[in-house]
């Protein structure tokens, strides 16, 4: 069992910056893929990023350029480094973990909002 909380969330002007933290802790044996998705009201929850161990980083064409997921394997922790934050970057944030036996974990989720 894995539990992840994020943290990081919050209310940020159009060009400013956030960091969105997510901790995994409990019983498991290795997190293959660290990712974070968001969801926008009315909207499906999508892909922003990924981190594939041993492999490397995927980013979806909208946040290309203005976030970065990394991520502390000793600490069980990956990050989404926000930075040019727009107006649709507005979305609950979630952390998703997928472990070596093909299991899928999610965060409670994080609120970001991008507003003047």
């Known amino acids: 069992q894995v539990q992840l909380v994020e943290s990081g969330g919050g209310l940020v002007q159009p060009g400013g910056s956030l960091r969105l933290s997510c901790a995994a802790s409990?019983?498991?044996?290795?997190?293959?893929?660290m990712g974070w998705y968001r969801q926008a009201p009315g909207k499906q929850r999508e892909l922003v990023a990924t981190i594939t161990t041993g492999i490397g980083t995927n980013y979806a064409d909208s946040v290309m350029g203005r976030f970065t997921i990394s991520s502390d394997n000793a600490k069980n922790t990956w990050y989404l480094q926000m930075n040019s934050l727009k107006p649709e970057d507005t979305a609950v944030y979630y952390c998703r973990a997928l472990t070596s036996f093909n299991w899928v974990y999610w965060g409670q989720g994080t609120q970001v909002t991008v507003s003047s």
């Open positions: 409990g019983t498991f044996s290795s997190i293959n893929v």
